[in-house]
């Protein structure tokens, strides 16, 4: 099970962060992303982690302002959003994927196998 947390309304160039607990399975084996989704719009990747946490990709529109991290002792997936924008403004959700090996690399929603529910964020003045 996943869930995501931290959602909330900021405004423009303000940071959030979202966490997403995982239970029911062992955190390490799984390659981890966000995808987000807004309203008349196609759910999109927006950040990926890998199993061991060393190989990280992001979505060209939240490349240098988004961090994704995984703590795997705590079994949490992280999104540190900064400088954020109305356009990053969705409903954002955390996914996970089992059986892979740790250069794997997803960027499709279609990859994941394990999705939470999402946390909306909003971004406004």
């Known amino acids: 099970q996943l869930q995501a947390s931290g959602g909330g309304l900021v405004q423009p160039g303000g940071s959030l962060r979202l966490s997403c607990e995982a239970s029911g399975g062992t955190f390490r084996n799984y390659a981890m992303g966000w995808f987000r989704q807004a309203p008349r719009k196609e759910r999109e990747f927006v950040a990926f982690i890998s199993r061991n946490g060393r190989i990280t990709t992001y979505s060209d529109s939240v490349k240098g302002r988004f961090t994704i991290s995984k703590d795997n002792a705590q079994s949490t997936l992280y999104l540190q959003m900064n400088s954020l924008k109305p356009e990053d403004a969705a409903v954002y959700y955390c996914?996970?994927?089992?059986?892979?090996?740790?250069?794997?690399?997803?960027?499709?929603?279609?990859?994941?196998?394990?999705w939470g529910k999402g946390t909306q964020v909003t971004v406004s003045s």
């Open positions: 996914a996970a994927r089992s059986g892979v090996i740790s250069s794997t690399i997803i960027r499709s929603a279609n990859d994941m196998n394990y």
